[in-house]
Nanobody, 118 residues
Framework: QVLLVESGGGLVDAGGSLRLSCVTS????????MAWYRQTPPRQRELVAT????????HYVDSVKGRFTISRDNTKNMMFLEMTSLKPEDTGEYFC???????????WGQGTLVTVST
């Protein structure tokens, strides 16, 4: 059974920082390109950042470029999202999962809520 557990969200003032973590189990983590997604209802879940299986290649949606950094530790089956200079529009529920373009999505975890206040 694949489990994805996100953590690290919280309430932060605009301009602040947060570090999200994702722990995975039950899957070949090091063999998978991974991603962070964000959902702010009523909008659909959107891709925020991706990272290749060895961590050497990363991509970001334009709105977070230069502010967010995605990384991973394959020895611990973990992935991270360092978020700086947070803006109110970064508010949302953040999820980790396989990068949808390169692999089949796993069952979604519970996500971690990020709220950025003005």
């Amino acid at each position: 059974q694949v489990l994805l557990v996100e953590s690290g969200g919280g309430l932060v003032d605009a301009g602040g920082s947060l570090r999200l973590s994702c722990v995975t189990s039950g899957r070949d983590f090091s063999g998978s390109d991974m991603a962070w997604y964000r959902q702010t209802p009523p909008r659909q879940r959107e891709l925020v950042a991706t990272i290749s299986r060895d961590g050497s290649v990363t991509h970001y949606v334009d709105s977070v470029k230069g502010r967010f950094t995605i990384s991973r530790d394959n020895t611990k089956n973990m992935m991270f999202l360092e978020m700086t200079s947070l803006k109110p529009e970064d508010t949302g529920e953040y999820f980790c999962n396989v990068e949808v373009a390169t692999g089949r999505l796993d069952p979604w975890g519970q996500g971690t809520l990020v709220t950025v206040s003005t």
